[in-house]
């Protein structure tokens, strides 16, 4: 198998994705009119920033198997195929229909319900925890979402998906605020 990786969005992947801020953030509270009640010294909530990782980058397996290739996302700079047993999802033509599938039949994988849109972080986290399967048989222009080994959010895009060889992948993935 060879599997080839390159950045196909020319960014650079320090850019930070911010959430909408909590309801506790957007009140803001009427300090100075406390009638006599005691105001609270603690600072209004931050919004969680989600920070990138990498991506988009274009992952390219040049052929499947059967099994799938093994791909890890939970390295610093792009995903690693053919990554045994530290792998977060597989990639092949099994049964001759492309698909996608987390280890140990783990919910983390979830399909992206609008094609036209990219998702947020927030919102793959969202699509992981209500529609969470453990495979996808795949087609090309879905998207998907995936929650790694480490607490991590991914986009998957399917680019191309044959039915035997290779196939290419845009994948992007962000750290958790809590990490």
């Known amino acids: 198998m060879l599997v080839s990786q390159s950045n196909s969005s020319g960014d650079d992947g320090d850019r930070n994705v911010e959430s909408a801020p909590t309801s506790a953030a957007r009140s803001g509270g009427d300090e100075g009119q406390g009638g006599g009640e005691t105001q609270s010294s603690a600072p209004p909530a931050a919004a969680e920033t989600w920070e990138k990782v990498y991506g988009p980058v274009k992952l390219e397996v040049e052929k499947t198997d059967i099994s799938g290739t093994k791909i890890d996302l939970d ?26 599938s987390v280890p140990d039949d783990a919910k983390y994988l979830a399909p992206w319900p609008d094609p036209g849109t990219a998702p947020t972080p927030e919102g793959c986290m ?38 035997s060889g290779g196939g290419i992948l845009d994948v992007t993935v962000w750290e958790s605020p809590d990490a």
């Open 75 to 100: 390295t610093p700079k792009q995903p690693l195929a053919n990554a045994g047993d530290g792998a977060d999802f597989s990639f092949g033509a099994e049964f001759l229909d492309p698909s996608l």
């Open 126 to 163: 969202d699509s992981v925890d209500t529609n969470g399967s453990y495979s996808a048989t795949v087609k090309r222009g879905e998207q998907y979402c995936l929650l790694t080994g480490e607490g991590r959010i991914a986009h998957i895009k399917v680019r191309t998906a044959p039915d």
